[in-house]
């Protein structure tokens, strides 16, 4: 009789700090997923990279509307040679300003390079953003679930300790054998390392979180982790409107505007030339006007056209390739997150709480003697195996669900670029 009081009074202790830690954490600020979120895109460097890309690509879009500039020439001729030639008595000099022309096109064609690029640059920084979107969720879904784990670890680790201390008492009431104890012993010393290696894997998953969002964890959202989305109807994605779709098509954008460039690169460009000469002798002006063509006779650019076209077809299979892959992609993902989504709701539904009345019952079993240690420590560690398996099994939704996500992310419009 005394032992059963002994036991209700510990348990009313129990679930006095438990209301207390509960009391405590409410205080607490919990951070959010859309906080972590907003906090990781106002520190995180890929950003500022993918920013950077946009202002580099903005930059070459500047140089590529740049005209050639033209140069100042100057020649002195007829100078440190014999007779009347010797010194400077019958030197010519010839002072000008020369001003290159380019033909075919390859001012525009330079711009359309340059705005493909610039294109392109924007869909990087469109996909930097959902890329972080991902990873930040991931490493959200990690640290909440390393919670729970480390959670469970410690609640089995007091129920290891509280068998152990059930062991003793049987033991020295004769109502065991000394191997009861033991086995409980060994149960308590598991159930220790288990909740130690949890703890740390719990540590550094908090860890990795603040290093992406550049702040200190606090409380997470648990209310989040255990929320699993009924699946209505399967809605269609065009998968060309996704951003892999679109960066392929941006990528033959830049290789038709290639093919362009090498083309206009064909033609020569004419040099034009205006100048002054004036004889030493005579002190008279006299106008030169000069006008220069490149023979294109041992590079033709037949062959940069060949290689912008080789390019420009492999671009054109590439994008062929982006689009299947990005339909069976998004087919995969909506299938594991299903699949998941199922696997989750049972594992935290009839199955977990057909494992915890399992425990309930063996554990009052065990302290009446109707059941042996042997059936107490079977219900105690499927209890633990399935609350593992309902904590893994709502991770894998929420990582299967932030995959989706970002296989099905929208490719940005051209006013929102």
């Not at 907003?38 to 140089?63: F, L, T, W």
Request: proline content about 3%.
């Amino acid at each position: 009789m005394h032992r059963i009081m002994a036991a209700v009074l510990a348990a009313s202790a129990c679930a006095s700090s438990l209301q207390a830690q509960t009391a405590t954490v409410s205080t607490e600020s919990v951070l959010s997923l859309d906080a972590a979120l907003e906090a990781a895109g106002a520190s995180s460097p890929a950003i500022d990279a993918a920013q950077s890309g946009v202002r580099v690509a903005a930059a070459q879009r500047s140089v590529a509307g740049l005209r050639p500039n033209p140069s100042i020439d100057g020649m002195v001729e007829n100078v440190a040679g014999t007779g009347d030639y010797r010194g400077l008595r019958s030197a010519e000099t010839t002072v000008g300003v020369s001003l290159p022309i380019e033909l075919g096109g390859k001012r525009s064609a330079r711009i359309a390079v340059a705005d493909a690029q610039l294109g392109r640059a924007a869909l990087d920084a469109a996909m930097a953003k959902v890329d972080l979107r991902l990873r930040v969720t991931l490493a959200y879904n990690e640290a909440v679930a390393s919670d729970r784990r480390a959670d469970n670890a410690r609640e089995q680790l007091g129920i290891a300790a509280e068998g152990l201390r059930a062991a003793k008492v049987r033991v020295a009431a004769g109502r065991a054998s000394p191997i009861e104890e033991q086995r409980a012993e060994v149960a308590r010393l598991n159930a220790d390392g288990a909740a130690e290696r949890t703890e740390r894997s719990a540590d550094v998953a908090r860890a990795n979180l603040a290093l992406l969002i550049g702040r200190t964890t606090s409380v997470l959202d648990r209310v989040w982790f255990e929320q699993v989305t009924t699946m209505g109807p399967v809605q269609p994605v065009d998968a060309a409107g996704t951003l892999a779709a679109a960066a392929a098509r941006a990528d033959l954008s830049t290789a038709d505007a290639q093919v362009r460039l090498a083309r206009s690169q064909r033609i020569p460009d004419l040099t034009i030339g205006v100048a002054a000469r004036r004889p030493e002798r005579s002190n008279d002006v006299a106008g030169v006007f000069s006008l220069s063509v490149p023979l294109p006779l041992f590079n033709n650019g037949r062959a940069a056209v060949d290689l912008a076209s080789a390019q420009r077809q492999q671009a054109d299979a590439r994008r062929r390739l982006a689009l299947l892959d990005a339909e069976q992609a998004i087919a995969s993902a909506r299938a594991d997150v299903a699949n998941a989504a199922t696997t989750a709701r049972n594992a935290t539904g009839p199955t977990l709480a057909a494992a915890q009345e399992a425990a309930r019952i063996a554990r009052i079993g065990y302290r009446e003697g109707k059941f042996g240690q042997l059936d107490l420590l079977d219900a105690e560690r499927t209890l633990a195996e399935t609350k593992a398996a309902a904590i893994d099994a709502l991770a894998a939704y929420h990582d299967a669900q932030a995959r989706l996500e970002r296989l099905v992310a929208p490719a940005p419009t051209e006013d929102a670029r």
